[in-house]
C-alpha cells in the first residue's frame, strides 16, 4: 500500500500500524526509530522512481496533554504490546506531555530525517492551529 500511495498520491499518510493482530482488533505497532525511518526511506525511492513527490504526514494516534510525560510514557507502553517506552517518546504518532513538550518531539522527529524542506505540513499546521506551542 504504501509503495502504491508513495507512486500515485499527493499524500502519503503514515499510521504506524503495521498487520492486524490475532483477536481482529489491535494492530502491531510499528514505532520505533528503525521502523519510521524504513517507512520514510521506501516513500522516498517509490516517489523517486516514479517522478512523485508526495507530502509525507503522520497520523497521530493519541494526544496527552500532561504535566508528567515520564509516568505517562511509561503507562501507555506497558499496555501497547510491542512498544518499548523509548519508542513511545520518540514516535510521531503518539503526542505526550506539554504542549511544548509534543512540539518538541514533533521537531526531533523531523531532525531524525533529516528533512530538508523544513517543517512538514503536520507541524506548519499544528503551529498554526494552536494545537502545538509556537515556542519552537
Not at 493519541?62 to 519508542?87: L, Q
Request: aromatic share 2%.
Amino acid at each position: 500500500m504504501l509503495r502504491a500511495a508513495a507512486r500515485r498520491a499527493g499524500v502519503v499518510a503514515l499510521s504506524g500500524l503495521g498487520r492486524t493482530l490475532p483477536d481482529g482488533h489491535e494492530h502491531e505497532v510499528r514505532w520505533s526509530v528503525a521502523d519510521l525511518q524504513r517507512q520514510l526511506q521506501l516513500a522516498r525511492d517509490e516517489a523517486q522512481r516514479a517522478g512523485n513527490a508526495p507530502v509525507v504526514e503522520a497520523l497521530v494516534q493519541m494526544v496527552t496533554v500532561t504535566g508528567n510525560r515520564a509516568a505517562s510514557i511509561k503507562e501507555i507502553s506497558g499496555r501497547i504490546r510491542g512498544a518499548s517506552a523509548d519508542d513511545v517518546a520518540r514516535t510521531p504518532f503518539l503526542l505526550i506531555g506539554s504542549y511544548e513538550q509534543m512540539a518538541a518531539q514533533l521537531l526531533a522527529t523531523i531532525q531524525l530525517q533529516g528533512n530538508p524542506g523544513g517543517r512538514p505540513r503536520l507541524v506548519r499546521r499544528a503551529l498554526a492551529t494552536g494545537v502545538i506551542g509556537r515556542s519552537t
